[in-house]
Nanobody, 123 residues
């Protein structure tokens, strides 16, 4: 079982910045892929950014150039630095963690979600 905890959300005016964090705690044999999703009221949960086990970072087109994902050296903490925020970025931000591990001769990759952290941007 992997515990996923997000933090760092809040309220900011348009043009401002916030950083949200995600910490994953689980078995030592986990190889983590970690990513951020967001969900605005009445809308689907959408991919924002993520870093895979190879260290490759991806971004949604809507946040490219404004948001930056990074990890700590232990690779169990994911940060999302959000700059030049606009009201369209208002949403609950969720961290998704995939723990890949070898079970016998088979790789398993269960996914876990955090409870989310709210980001509100006012105009």
């Amino acid at each position: 079982q992997v515990q996923v905890v997000e933090s760092g959300g809040g309220s900011v005016q348009a043009g401002g910045s916030l950083r949200v964090s995600c910490i994953a705690s689980g078995p030592t044999q986990c190889h983590y892929d970690m990513s951020w999703y967001r969900q605005a009221p009445g809308k689907e949960r959408d991919f924002v950014s993520g870093i895979d086990r190879a260290g490759i970072t991806r971004y949604a087109d809507s946040v490219k150039g404004r948001f930056t994902s990074s990890q700590d050296n232990g690779k169990n903490t994911l940060y999302l630095q959000m700059n030049n925020l606009n009201p369209g970025d208002t949403a609950m931000y969720y961290c998704k963690v995939t723990c890949s591990y070898l079970s016998g001769a088979q790789w398993l990759s269960p996914q876990y979600w955090g409870q989310g952290t709210q980001v509100t941007v006012s105009s």
